[in-house]
Structures are given as structure tokens and as C-alpha cells.
């Protein structure tokens, strides 16, 4: 005879499922990562495959930088590429030449 809960029943194959579930998170929260020890790990290897922001073209004190001015490549030992579009509308305080990092030391406002 059918009763109203069967839809919301679980099967004996579904419940190992979930136990196996449970039982993974009870683990992985018993067991928390040092993020941070993580990440010294792999500051050499973020270095070798990130990419940083280079100058494109010469770019003169006084310039106002534009996309166009500005290439990402390897390795990631300059500023990040995800600074990019901080970099966008900022003034040039001294000469960075072309194929060069751009540093935060190089612009203004």
C-alpha cells in the first residue's frame, strides 16, 4: 500500500550515498588547509605561469594610458594582470619603454 511520504523516501542505495556524503564533510571539516602555507607553496610556480602588465608601446610622461598601450604576459613577476583596468586612465609619471613591466611607481592619478 502506498502512503503519502513515498515520493520523499530514500532508497537503501540513496541513503549509503548520502552517508558517504556526510561522512566526506565530517572528514574534510576535521581536517581544515593552512591556506596560507598553500600559497608560499605555490608562489614560485604563480610567479613562472602568472602574467604581468607590460608596456605595448613607449609610453611618454604625461600620457594617459589606453588599452592599446598595454600587453599581459609571462612571467608574473610585475603587476598583476588583473590590475589591468586599474591601469586603464592613469597618468605616465616617467618614460616606460615599450616590452616593459609596468610598475605602480611608473603612474600618477
Known amino acids: 500500500m502506498l502512503r503519502p511520504d513515498v515520493p520523499a523516501s530514500v532508497t537503501t542505495t540513496e541513503l549509503k550515498s548520502l552517508v558517504e556524503g556526510v561522512r566526506f564533510i565530517e572528514q574534510a571539516l576535521a581536517h581544515p588547509v593552512d591556506k596560507e602555507a598553500m600559497a608560499e607553496d605555490f608562489s614560485e610556480l604563480r610567479t613562472i605561469f602568472g602574467k604581468s602588465i607590460v608596456a605595448a608601446r613607449d609610453l611618454q610622461p604625461g600620457h594617459r594610458i589606453v588599452e592599446s598601450d598595454l600587453q599581459i604576459k609571462k612571467p608574473g613577476t610585475g603587476m598583476p594582470a588583473s590590475c589591468f583596468a586599474k591601469v586603464v586612465g592613469k597618468q605616465v609619471v616617467r ?10 611607481a611608473d603612474l600618477g592619478s
Open 95 to 104: 618614460m616606460v619603454a615599450a616590452g616593459t613591466l609596468v610598475s605602480e
